[in-house]
Each structure stands twice: as structure tokens, then as C-alpha cells.
């Protein structure tokens, strides 16, 4: 079970928004920062959100992050078909002193 | 151009050991926080350990504690993860990655390790 918890599966038609969510506790989201990675099968994964909010340079605007409390959300705007990737939100756990991941989402763009 | 790059993987026994190296190439290596982050086939990913800059604090994950411990050299402009005790569950691609919660954020490719008799 992972720390974070993180629907298993979103779903959403080109050009549509969609939200994923990443639920934690007050020692890891509450007290730090998100960041969100996105991965295609058989690659690395790529940062998209760091600091909750904030977009490596090269990410585009389409791409949004937010925190409320001990929650996060990554949001995707104007879907594309080769947006469809395995998505993670991670932070810093300060009970274990240890990162943590959320155990990932699916993204289908049907 | 920065890259990141892992090697050392490959197939050990159960109980045996493996050292994976991860390389830094195009910015200098000494000046961040690396970590290890391992995906089990067909699974997510798991936080393994971090290192600060100058080697003074590192972290692991619960699942891996006591048995990896993770090092780096500057001068060498490498890191290292020796994995000992392994078992079958710490079978895996296990990515070095830079500063993985900042914008200078940079995983290598993995290297492949498989625990298996």
C-alpha cells in the first residue's frame, strides 16, 4: 500500500480536462512540497510539477499543479492522445525521513 | 548536455550482492541531493535512498534498510547503491535520478536487476 494514495485509472476524451488526485497526511503532503512525474512505458520517468505548482522549463501550460491541505492535484488540460502515460505524485514523508511516491495513475485518452 | 547514467545491474542469487553506479555527465555532480528510485515489473515507483551533496546525511526506505547503503564520490562525479542480502522482491529497473523534487530534475535510464536462483 502506498503512502499516497492516487486513483488507479482517469479516463478522458481529446481536448477535454483531466484531474488526478493525490491524497497523503499531514507528514508528507501537509508539510511538504508535491512534485508530479509522467511516464511512457519502458522510459524513465519526467518531471512535470515541482513545489506544487510549479512547470519545468519545456513542460507546457497544459499541464497544472495544485495542494490544499494534505492533498494534491495535477491537472491536464486540452488532452492529447500522447498525453496517455502512467502519472505519480511524490513528496518527502517526515515520519519514515524517506520519500514517497503515490502508487500512480493511468491515463487513457480514448 | 546533463545526463544521468546507471550501471552494475544484472542477475544475482538470492542473499548476494550487486553495486550499481550512477554517473553524472554534463553539470557537476557534487553540487545535489541523488536518489534511487526503483519499479518492480509491471508496478510503480518506490523511493530506495538519497544522499546529500557532501555524503554527511542519507535516507532509505523502509523496505530496503539495513541492507543498501548508498555512497557517493565527487571526485568521481559518481554515486552508488551497494545492495546487499537481496532478495527475489528487490527485483527491479532502479533509476539514479538529480534533484528529483526541484526543476533541475534529471533520471537516468535504469538498469535492470533480477534477484533469482
Known amino acids: 500500500q502506498s503512502v499516497l494514495t492516487q486513483p488507479p485509472s482517469v479516463s478522458a476524451t481529446p481536448g477535454q480536462k483531466v484531474t488526478i488526485s493525490c491524497s497523503g497526511s499531514?507528514?508528507?503532503?501537509?508539510?511538504?512540497?508535491v512534485s508530479w512525474y509522467q511516464q511512457f512505458p519502458g522510459t524513465a520517468p519526467k518531471l512535470l510539477i515541482y513545489d506544487n505548482d510549479k512547470r519545468p522549463s519545456g513542460i507546457p501550460d497544459r499541464f497544472s499543479g495544485s495542494k490544499s491541505g494534505t492533498s494534491a492535484t495535477l491537472g491536464i488540460n486540452g488532452l492529447q492522445t500522447g498525453d496517455e502515460a502512467d502519472y505519480y505524485c511524490?513528496?518527502?514523508?517526515?515520519?519514515?525521513?524517506?520519500?514517497?511516491f503515490g502508487g500512480g495513475t493511468k491515463l487513457t485518452v480514448l | 548536455e546533463v545526463q544521468v547514467v546507471e550501471s552494475g545491474g544484472g542477475l544475482v542469487q538470492p542473499g548476494g550482492s550487486l553495486r550499481l553506479s550512477c554517473g553524472g555527465s554534463?553539470?557537476?555532480?557534487?553540487?545535489?541531493?541523488m536518489t534511487w528510485v526503483r519499479q518492480a515489473p509491471g508496478q510503480g515507483l518506490e523511493w530506495v535512498a538519497n544522499?546529500?551533496?557532501?555524503?554527511?546525511?542519507?535516507h532509505y526506505g523502509g523496505s530496503v534498510k539495513g541492507r543498501f547503503t548508498i555512497s557517493r564520490d565527487n571526485a568521481k562525479n559518481s554515486v552508488y547503491l551497494q545492495m546487499n542480502s537481496l532478495r527475489a522482491e528487490d527485483t527491479a529497473v532502479y533509476y539514479c535520478a538529480r534533484a528529483i523534487y526541484n526543476t533541475d530534475c534529471n533520471w537516468g535510464q535504469g538498469t535492470l536487476v533480477t534477484v533469482s536462483s
Open positions: 554534463g553539470f557537476t555532480l557534487s553540487r545535489y541531493w
Open positions: 511524490g513528496t518527502w514523508e517526515d515520519n519514515l525521513s524517506a520519500g514517497v
Open positions: 499531514i507528514s508528507n503532503i501537509g508539510h511538504n512540497d
Open positions: 544522499i546529500n551533496q557532501d555524503g554527511s546525511e542519507r
